[in-house]
């Protein structure tokens, strides 16, 4: 289930060399998807990341690429989180070119764990966040 969708367009400094997109940076574009998922819910993003006490590391992260996207091209980022857990969830991402066929680029996952942020152990995601994950 698509529970949100982040448009971009892919930059010249997404892409490598071989001008198109650098490995790596489709993780950074999914993360920018994540961020803009959380605004839309009306989550703070300054207070959400920069809470001295809590902190939702990823722990995981995979990227399948389909096909090669270009400096120009415009995506959609589709955005579909799940709770594992009391303490974990995951974001699956499909990244499709926005156009009639919306063609599948490329597929990822981030798993994500909550912890205090001074003792390095697992606590309950923070309600706001529970929230996110229930509004999907």
Not at 15 to 21: H, Y
Not at 36 to 52: R, V
Not at 76 to 87: A, D, F, G, Y
């Amino acid at each position: 289930m698509i529970s949100f969708t982040y448009n971009r367009t892919v930059r010249f400094s997404d892409t490598d060399a071989a001008g198109v997109v650098y490995f790596a940076n489709v993780l950074s574009i999914c993360h920018e998807a994540y961020e803009a998922s959380l605004d839309a819910s009306g989550i703070n993003l300054k207070s959400f990341f920069t809470k001295p006490a809590v902190a939702i590391p990823i722990v995981h992260a995979s990227v399948d690429f389909l096909r090669p996207m270009f400096c120009g091209d415009p995506l959609l980022i589709h955005v579909m989180p799940e709770q594992l857990s009391e303490s974990k969830f995951e974001i699956a991402y499909q990244v499709v070119k926005a156009s009639s066929s919306q063609q599948l680029l490329a597929k990822a996952i981030t798993k994500h764990v909550c912890i205090n942020a001074m003792t390095r152990t697992k606590i309950p995601l923070p309600e706001e966040i529970v929230q996110w994950l229930g509004n999907r």
